[in-house]
C-alpha cells in the first residue's frame, strides 16, 4: 500500500485509521492515538486524508485539553459529570467519524466541539 498516492480504497483505509486512533487512545494508549494521525499525515499527499488527520489531531489535543479542565472541575464536583461526559464522547465520537469515512472515501469528518488547532 502505498501511503504517497493512495488509491480510494486506501484512502478510505487511511483516513478511518485516522479516527481510529482516538479509539485506541481512549481504551489502550494515550499516546499512540495521536501518533498515528501525525505519521499518515507526515507521509502522504492526498488532501483528504491528511484533512482527516488533522481533524484526529484536533479531535485528540482537544480531548486532552478538556480533560484537564474538567479535572480540576471536578474537586468542586462540577467536573466529575463533565468528565464522564467527555468519556463517552471519546468512544463514541471517532465511531461516527469512521463510520462516515468508511462510506464515501472523499468525505472528511469534522467532530464537533473540537478546537481546529490545525488547518
Given amino acids: 500500500m502505498s501511503l504517497q498516492n493512495p488509491t480510494p480504497e486506501n484512502a478510505k483505509l487511511l483516513s478511518v485509521l485516522c479516527h481510529a486512533s482516538g479509539l485506541l487512545a481512549t481504551i489502550y494508549l494515550g499516546l ?10 507526515a ?13 484526529a489531531i484536533n479531535f485528540h489535543i482537544s480531548t486532552l485539553l478538556y480533560s484537564i479542565i474538567f ?26 467519524a469512521m463510520v462516515k469515512c468508511a462510506e464515501d472515501h472523499r468525505a472528511v469528518y469534522s467532530y464537533p466541539f473540537v478546537l481546529r488547532l490545525l488547518t
Fill in 32 to 41: 499512540l492515538g495521536i501518533i498515528i494521525p501525525i505519521v499518515i499525515m
Fill in 43 to 55: 507521509s502522504t499527499e492526498d488532501e483528504i486524508v491528511k484533512s482527516n488527520a488533522k481533524e
Fill in 71 to 96: 479535572a480540576i472541575l471536578a474537586c468542586f464536583l462540577i467536573g466529575i459529570p463533565l468528565l464522564i461526559l467527555l468519556s463517552i464522547a471519546c468512544l463514541i465520537l471517532p465511531i461516527i
